[in-house]
């Protein structure tokens, strides 16, 4: 009998780690999108994905707005901090040392998070949403992670097909390629990565939505996720789509299964063991982007 | 059609040009021949302003469009096949032939043109899923050629088509020369390998460090004395 209840636990525990994979697939996502077509790493991409949060807290607690305005609201939100974020933080370094690309977006991230401890104080806040366990036989599966992945994997699929159908998702995989003679083509390139910024933008809020029934709001939240965000990117290689949503489902089995066999926080030391060992053996990416 | 004149352009403190003048007509071909490092290429790059000119304008079918951002220029209907093709290696050849149809007007008329590429190089039907990366050379040259044209040019640029291809691939690349005059385009062609451009165009220039050193019919220059031995080797 024993047996049968762990066995249980474990396939909760494996079922959850797969519904938290289609969460981070979907960070991964925006992140590994900027950084393809851009070539900058967003140290600050899940800080927009918290500022995202307080947009629906303070909507929907605060201003009284119904949850579903509070979300659009908060998606439209975090995708003109993606744009403005392009045009005055990351424009003016386009042709800088990479370090100091980075540098910039990490001074974002300090700043955005103090400026929410200013405005918004550093106490935990929520929604006061509480959604339901959907109980299966034994099993029981928090009904908010079961939203969260069904949308999260929509909105991956969504942009899947944004990219690969229309002119401007093909001009988007095509600037990561050649960059040079996109003007030959009648492209852009500062129009494609400006909107690439918004949508990235649009994916760290649409990401705010989904935490946000999961999660308490704090300044630091960012912090538990960026840097999960990040190993699942370089884990995926870099800028690789594909690569980025298949490591972030391996990762979210080793946070899940390992902190079922020992506790939560081994989970992560777990995973991030793993990115270590990973970058000795596969340091281009688990799934290398072909060159 | 083209007019460009007085143009210099260079890379830094190191000039490349030096107040190239040409011409091209409406429905000419015309090459631009020349050494290696003559700046053939900077001269291609200048008229389709990926290069900002130091000196000179840029003249398309009496419109001045020296300051034009580069997109723009393909709205003038100028279109250009790059030094050593540039396909968009990891898209497949649909995706590369749809890239050159980006813009809004030639979105309008993408299905019509996508026939017409593929009536002209086949082989890019059968291979129209394939990463354009594992094309071989001269295929290569079919799409980088066959993407141009999806905007559907009135000028179209090209800058050594025949580059790095086997002997019988250069063959057919000039061969499609007549084909797209036949088909009305107009043709500025930039080229080293000499004696075969020439006997596909109407009129030449000779580029030699920057400056046009001679210039006119085809056959003239062709049967030149200086330029078959500096050339031709003959």
Redesign the interface.
């Known amino acids: 009998m024993e047996t049968s209840i762990f066995d249980i636990f474990l396939l909760e525990a494996v079922l959850n780690g797969l519904l938290l994979g289609g969460l981070l697939a979907l960070l991964a996502l925006g992140l590994n999108l900027i950084f393809g077509v851009i070539d900058v790493v967003w140290i600050c991409y899940a800080e927009l994905v918290m500022i995202g949060m307080y947009a629906i807290w303070w909507l929907h607690v605060q201003q009284g707005l119904p949850l579903a305005m509070g979300f659009g609201f908060g998606i439209v939100v975090v995708a003109v901090l993606g744009a403005v974020m392009h045009q005055f933080i990351i424009r003016p370094v386009l042709g800088a040392e990479p370090i100091n690309q980075l540098l910039v977006t990490g001074g974002v991230l300090f700043f955005l998070q103090a400026a929410a401890t200013v405005v918004f104080g550093v106490e935990f806040r929520n929604l006061g949403v509480r959604m339901p366990s959907v109980v299966i036989g034994e099993l029981s599966l928090s009904s908010a992670r079961m939203v969260a992945f069904v949308v999260a994997i929509a909105a991956i699929g969504g942009t899947w097909l944004f990219l690969s159908r229309t002119?401007l998702g093909?001009?988007i995989?095509?600037i990561s390629?050649?960059r040079?003679?996109?003007?030959?083509?009648?492209?852009?390139?500062g129009r494609i990565y400006l909107l690439t910024s918004a949508l990235g933008g649009g994916l760290a809020g649409l990401a705010a939505c989904l935490l946000v029934l999961q999660y308490d709001i704090h300044p630091a939240i960012g912090l538990s996720l960026g840097p999960i965000t990040f190993l699942i990117c370089v884990l995926g290689g870099l800028g690789n789509l594909i690569g980025g949503f298949l490591a972030a489902f391996v990762f979210a089995q080793f946070i899940s299964v390992g902190g079922f066999f020992f506790q939560l926080e081994w989970g992560y030391v777990i995973a991030f063991v793993f990115f270590i060992a990973m970058m000795f053996w596969k340091p281009e990416g688990l799934f290398a982007k072909?060159r | 059609m083209l007019e460009v004149s007085g143009l210099s352009a260079g890379y830094g403190s190191f000039q490349a040009l030096f107040g190239v003048s040409l011409k091209v007509e409406a429905g000419e071909a015309v090459a631009v021949i020349g050494p290696n490092g003559a700046g053939k290429s900077t001269l291609l790059r200048a008229i389709s302003r990926l290069l900002e000119p130091t000196a000179g304008t840029l003249t398309m079918q009496g419109r001045d469009y020296t300051r034009l951002p580069a997109h723009e220029v393909i709205g003038l209907g100028i279109a250009q096949v790059p030094e050593g093709r540039r396909l968009f290696p990891r898209l497949s050849v649909e995706d590369n032939l749809k890239i050159g149809a980006y813009t809004p007007s030639a979105r309008a008329r993408h299905a019509e043109r996508l026939e017409f590429v593929y009536s002209l190089f086949p082989k890019m039907l059968q291979r129209r899923l394939q990463d354009a990366g594992t094309l071989s050379g001269g295929e290569q040259q079919m799409c980088a050629i066959g993407r141009a044209l999806m905007c559907g040019p009135r000028l179209l640029l090209l800058d050594e088509p025949s580059a790095g291809l086997a002997p019988l691939i250069v063959q057919s690349i000039f061969g499609l020369m007549r084909t797209l005059r036949a088909q009305g385009y107009t043709v500025l062609i930039v080229e080293q390998n000499i004696q075969q451009v020439l006997k596909v165009v109407d009129r030449a220039y000779l580029l030699e460090t920057g400056r046009i050193r001679r210039s006119g019919p085809a056959a003239e220059l062709l049967a030149s004395q200086d330029i078959r031995r500096a050339y031709l080797g003959v």
């Open positions: 002119y093909t001009a995989r095509a390629q050649d040079g003679i996109m003007p030959l083509m009648g492209v852009n390139p072909r």
